[in-house]
């Protein structure tokens, strides 16, 4: 490895946070947003092709050094650490509204979900996966929330993008698929495959 | 909570076993509505709303108040809706909306979102498989414990607070009357054997408060009676209170 990738390396593993290929080029004032990619990819390929137990991963718009799924298991099971717990439906399904209307007002999100959102937003602001981002015009000018960069590292996301689009879905927006009770059961299930 | 409820809904399995509906299970109305379509194998495009109407009713029957409002909500559109297709109509009227097209439209917007959370869901498990480094993970979220006691508990954890609290402060008031009568009568003396006086004359030897405000309202007062004049020659200088030159006569 080059000694920049040993840098990012280093840099990687001493943060708690996933770190941006612009955050990494304030480590060495002579490289360049270019080298840092390059080094990151040999470092990738360091973690990959190498027999290690950790990986190098992009999401939330930047990089970390994780540990692989594998073993997850046997650190849990001899509590070194714990995976983050599992999301409510009802959270998941706000935070989906939001995800993919945002900035979107309390409002929306109520009339797309059919319940009051009130405490499953103010739950969602405080583990910081949605912020508000602004407010919308007209009568008491309601707050409009958007995600943050920690709902895209809770989802393992490199960015919005790396969401579902619409045409992906397999039922929702296909109200005439071709008949089919048995199938029309089991849809809800049948979710597109790993991003 | 009251827990789950289950409700029988035993008219619509053919075969005469109980269909049983949990509640909880349901994250709103269009979850429960979508669960009723499925179990009846109904195309959303194509609800017969009378007899969803009925059951959606029946599920929600022995709810508790607090989850009920948002249940209650859906449950009178599907009413209106249900008496909005009894109405006659002729099938070759054009213009005719179906009612159920605003429905649909929600159930099918719904359905979508419930399949993106389902996908997010399980892209959140498999990130969790990812241990980072210096993960810290989030408080576990307690729920409050519900409240139960009687009212000699009550009672007692009342004297408890009463007899927590240090002596009762309590702030005495005094009545101090202002006496404006004598310091009209005061005022008056003094204008009767000179022409006039100075503020601090007119205060008297040694005033309290309560003189200095009797004496400004009675200057006040006489001043209104037109008994004398209070002229002032400079901002800031000293009154001069002269009595009134129309009355010097008499």
Do not use: C, K, N, Y
């Given at each position: 490895m080059t000694p920049l990738a040993q840098l990012l390396e280093a840099a990687l593993f001493s943060a708690n946070r996933p770190l941006a290929a612009e955050e990494l080029c304030?480590?060495?004032?002579?490289?360049s947003l270019a080298d840092v990619r390059t080094a990151l990819e040999q470092l990738r390929e360091h973690y990959d092709f190498g027999q290690h137990g950790i990986e190098l991963v992009e999401l939330a718009g930047g990089y970390q050094l994780v540990t692989r799924a594998v073993h997850a298991a046997a650190i849990e099971r001899a509590q070194f650490s714990q995976r983050a717990p599992r999301l409510s439906a009802a959270t998941l399904e706000t935070l989906a509204v939001i995800a993919y209307?945002?900035?979107?007002g309390r409002a929306e999100i109520e009339e797309i979900?059919?319940?009051?959102?009130g405490g499953v937003l103010r739950t969602l602001q405080e583990r910081g996966?949605?912020?508000?981002v602004g407010r919308a015009e007209g009568l008491g000018r309601p707050l409009l929330y958007g995600t943050t960069p920690l709902f895209l590292e809770l989802l393992g996301l490199?960015?919005?993008?790396?969401l579902p689009k619409a045409e992906e879905l397999s039922i929702a927006l296909h109200p005439?698929?071709?008949?089919d009770s048995e199938h029309a059961a089991e849809a809800e299930v049948a979710i597109p495959a790993e991003s | 909570m009251t827990g789950s409820i289950t409700i029988p809904l035993?008219?619509?399995a053919e075969d005469g076993s109980a269909f049983v509906v949990e509640l909880?299970?349901?994250?709103?109305p269009l979850d429960l509505l979508l669960h009723l379509l499925r179990e009846e194998r109904i195309e959303i495009a194509d609800i017969p709303i009378a007899r969803i109407a009925d059951q959606f009713l029946a599920a929600i029957h022995q709810l508790g108040l607090n989850q009920a409002a948002d249940y209650l909500d859906m449950a009178s559109r599907l009413v209106r809706l249900k008496a909005q297709l009894l109405l006659p109509r002729h099938s070759?009227?054009?213009?005719?909306?179906?009612?159920r097209a605003e429905l649909v439209r929600r159930l099918l917007e719904y359905q979508q979102i419930k399949e993106i959370a389902l996908w997010m869901g399980r892209a959140a498990e498999r990130r969790a498989l990812n241990l980072a480094r210096g993960y810290l993970p989030p408080p576990p979220e307690l729920p409050p414990l519900p409240l139960t006691l009687d009212m000699l508990q009550l009672l007692s954890a009342v004297e408890r607070v009463i007899a927590g609290i240090p002596s009762p402060v309590l702030h005495k008031v005094v009545a101090r009357p202002l006496d404006v009568e004598s310091a009209v009568r005061r005022i008056e003396s003094i204008l009767s054997v000179q022409e006039g006086c100075t503020w601090v004359e007119a205060l008297?030897?040694?005033?309290t408060i309560v003189d200095v405000l009797s004496t400004l309202l009675a200057l006040l007062e006489m001043a209104r009676r037109g008994a004398l004049t209070v002229t002032q020659p400079?901002?800031?200088?000293p009154l001069w209170i002269a009595r009134d030159p129309s009355r010097t006569a008499a």
């Open positions: 304030l480590l060495d004032s002579e490289a209307r945002q900035p979107v979900r059919g319940v009051s959102a996966l949605i912020e508000v490199r960015d919005l993008a790396d005439h698929a071709p008949e | 035993t008219d619509m909880d299970q349901f994250t709103g070759d009227e054009e213009g005719w909306e179906d009612p008297g030897p040694a005033p400079a901002p800031f200088a």
